[in-house]
């Protein structure tokens, strides 16, 4: 199956909804939100949300939050989990239908752009760019991406065969942006290794 296979992502959405709606209601958001504490709150955008867990946690902290995913099930299933939550956070969050592929965000609109574990289909450096051009000069840009190879071993991943964010791709995208974090990380759950980057627009 293509990474970027959009039918067939759809229909993973919906077996894993059907199958396990309520454990990923539960899901917690991703441990790396702990690094944007500090940001002061304003518009964000989450790329390639999924269920929504990320979202749902920006919008409780405070941000007007642009969620945008190509799987219709489950931007659903946060739309229904984020109502659940109440109108203080539902009512913070666009869950928008978009293909990563192509779709480009409002320029320099947000505060903060967070895409973790996008597939990405084509070059990952125009995507970072495309992406990045949604932040207003001064914003964060967060960028994590499972990798294939395994650098320490350099042995195949659970990643293997898909194309995500590198930290060679993401510097060549971000020439003159602040580099605050480019670094490997080894997960501490489910194995493997994560390429994260977090950055700074420039004036």
């Known amino acids: 199956m293509a990474d970027f296979d959009r039918d067939a992502w759809e229909h993973r959405w919906e077996q894993a909804l059907r199958e396990h709606g309520d454990a990923l209601a539960s899901k917690p958001p991703s441990a790396y939100l702990a690094e944007l504490e500090?940001?002061?709150?304003?518009?964000?955008?989450?790329?390639?949300?999924g269920h929504g867990a990320e979202s749902i946690a920006l919008a409780a902290a405070g941000w007007q939050v642009t969620a945008v995913d190509f799987s219709s099930a489950a931007l659903e299933h946060g739309r229904t989990t984020a109502a659940a939550l109440g109108a203080d956070v539902a009512e913070r969050i666009d869950w928008v239908e978009g293909d990563l592929g192509v779709w480009a965000p409002e320029p320099a609109a947000y505060g903060l752009v967070l895409c973790l574990y996008v597939h990405v289909a084509g070059s990952v450096a125009e995507t970072v760019q495309r992406l990045g051009s949604g932040l207003a000069p001064g914003g964060t840009l967060f960028l994590?991406?499972?990798?294939?190879?395994d650098p320490e071993t350099g042995e195949q991943t659970m990643a293997a065969g898909q194309t995500q964010v590198s930290i060679?791709?993401?510097?060549?995208?971000l020439d003159g942006w602040e580099i605050q974090i480019?670094?490997?990380?080894?997960?501490?759950?489910?194995?493997?290794?994560?390429?994260?980057i977090r950055a700074r627009r420039s004036g």
């Open 144 to 149: 994590v991406g499972h990798q294939a190879v």
């Open 182 to 196: 480019a670094e490997e990380r080894r997960r501490q759950v489910g194995g493997g290794v994560d390429a994260v």
């Open 168 to 173: 060679e791709a993401a510097r060549e995208a």
């Open 38 to 49: 500090g940001l002061e709150p304003g518009r964000a955008l989450d790329a390639g949300c």
